[in-house]
């Protein structure tokens, strides 16, 4: 096989690579675990909580992979909890990281494969939110690396082995990483512009294992297709939707869109991630095939998703192109390998500063998420999140709900309904009541996945309750008073972190639902 970059043995008496990963990969599942069991769950998680009450072969937006985890967790474990629903998530990043470390290690060697997986465990966007929260970026980073680990056996591999057999191994693979998430689709066409664009891997044109994989990949997918096609490819278009819709060029949602790559990465790992994309355009012959395979799966993602920042408010969705940043701590792996090798302190001491420092930096996160602590005491920065820019919030349970809920003898109800105004609403308060109540998201232009879980058909005459972040009475009943008879408020229920109110939900009752409410994608 090619070798990609750089190789090595061991560094330190008696300790190998190896026992550094396993080593790595045993210490962070602890701290995961416990950052699982203490921080809420985000408003995502919460609706992909909502979701795995309703098991499916498809969703509204996403393919089904993840949400049907946390229904198998939720029926096995019989209870409701951070730690149940996430625990399959840590897990698969355990894997995630020994997937890195392999790859690295064969393309450079295993020291090179040991820092690739280390930093990945010191990003935010990887070691918080892909390696810990209930969502389908979990997964797809998995079946992601998996896919690449089967590839590079035979696009990289010479003479090679068992083609078929990995080829076929890719297709059930990239399939679950197509169950995962959509953007899996990139694999697809990366691999196609890696054998289109070098001569000598343009004969897999005409053998049988790319379409193989394909064909595998399709038949897992088809559950998806069905689903689709029996909804009006509702997932597609709305999913195509998010992409395309042209606003003009803003400059300004570009720097934000990559001012929120760089803090999700961190600014001290993206910068160098993304000076390696440039340096893979050059190296030594030897090496070729691997610096394109790696560009050829790192660029598009990247690039894409950027641009399109760029002409289509696409909001606070920094994350769309981290299978792209996924591929490229491989380089920057071997980079520390060979500055590391050459023994300069100032790179021990910029790889253990940097790293220090952003573990520190994912401890503070995780902790003022529990706490709030940075509210206070702070400066700027405490000024800054009291003006309604503390993300944290969102991971706040509304477990006050449950407590009003029951004061009210709401719970054991089986002829009532919830409901909130915002899909996001809903998600946080269907995880609060334990999926106890059904629970919708009532909204003409945006209720998501909820549009397909229930019909407010059969809840004709019955009661419902309301919860919502709108206290004005006045506007709850424009907006819902032609579906509710009897509308009347219920009083707030104050949500609290460390006896600070941070959201502030509101109840009101209807007395009967007295007309169907009308989904905007039926």
């Known amino acids: 096989m090619g070798q990609g970059f750089t190789g090595g043995g061991r560094v330190g008496p008696g300790l190998s690579a190896e026992r550094a990963t396993l080593a790595l990969i045993a210490i962070t599942l602890v701290l995961r675990f416990v950052a699982a ?66 790859i690295g290690r064969r393309l450079s060697g295993p020291w090179a494969g040991f820092w690739a997986a280390l930093l990945l465990n010191l990003a935010p966007v990887f070691s918080m939110s892909v390696g810990i929260f209930f969502q389908p970026d979990g997964p797809l980073m998995f079946f992601w690396l998996a896919t690449v680990w089967c590839l590079i056996h035979v696009l990289l591999d010479e003479p090679v082995h068992h083609a078929l057999g990995w080829w076929s191994a890719a297709g059930v693979m990239l399939g679950l990483a197509m169950l995962s998430k959509y953007s899996a689709l990139f694999l697809v066409a990366s691999v196609g512009l890696f054998i289109l664009a070098r001569k000598d891997q343009r004969r897999w044109l005409t053998h049988p294992g790319p379409y193989l994989a394909l064909g595998i990949a399709a038949l897992l997918f088809l559950p ?24 003009g060029i803003h400059l300004d949602w570009l720097v934000h869109n990559l001012s929120g790559q760089a803090m999700e990465l961190l600014p001290w790992i993206w910068i160098p991630l993304l000076v390696e994309l440039i340096r893979l355009a050059r190296g030594e012959p030897a090496t070729a095939a691997t610096r394109l ?100 919030v969102d991971v706040i349970d509304y477990t006050a709900l449950e407590s009003a809920f029951h004061a009210r003898g709401l719970l054991d109800r089986h002829d009532l309904l919830v409901f909130s105004d915002k899909w996001y609403v809903a998600g946080k308060v269907d995880y609060a009541l334990e999926g106890r109540l059904p629970v919708l998201a009532l909204n003409t232009g945006d209720p998501r996945a909820y549009a397909f879980f229930d019909s407010t058909e059969r809840w004709l005459g019955k009661e419902a309750v309301m919860v919502t972040t709108t206290a004005e009475l006045d506007d709850v009943a424009r907006r819902y ?21 941070e959201v502030t939900l509101y109840l009101y009752r209807c007395a009967a639902l007295v007309r169907v409410f009308p989904w905007p994608y039926h």
């Not at 996403?62 to 149940?84: D, E």
């Not at 998806?224 to 606003?247: D, E, K, M, P």
């Open 224 to 247: 998806v297709l069905v689903w689709n096609a029996h909804h009006q490819w509702i997932s597609f278009l709305w999913q195509g939707h998010r992409g395309t819709t042209y606003r």
């Open 481 to 501: 008073g032609e579906y509710c008879a009897g509308l009347a408020p219920m009083g707030p229920v104050a949500v609290t972190r460390r006896g600070r109110t």
């Open 293 to 392: 395979l790696i560009a050829c799966l790192a660029a598009p993602p990247i690039l894409l998703f950027t641009a399109v920042a760029a002409y289509s408010n696409v909001g606070n969705h920094y994350h769309w192109g981290t299978p792209g940043y996924l591929l490229l701590f491989l380089p920057l792996g071997a980079t520390i390998d060979r500055a590391l090798r050459r023994g300069g302190a100032l790179s021990r001491v910029a790889v253990g500063g940097l790293g220090t420092l952003s573990f520190a930096f994912m401890v503070a996160v995780t902790v003022h998420s529990v706490t709030g602590w940075a509210r206070n005491g702070l400066g700027g920065i405490s000024r800054w999140l009291a003006g309604g820019n503390d993300f944290t």
């Open 37 to 102: 069991g203490s921080v809420g769950l985000g408003v995502g998680e919460s609706y992909y909580f909502s979701s795995a009450l309703h098991p499916s072969p498809g969703y509204f937006d996403q393919p089904p992979l993840a949400n049907l985890l946390g229904t198998l967790m939720l029926r096995l474990t019989g209870q409701v909890s951070g730690i149940v629903l996430r625990g399959p998530f840590i897990a698969i990043f355990a894997g995630t990281t020994w997937l890195m470390f392999l």
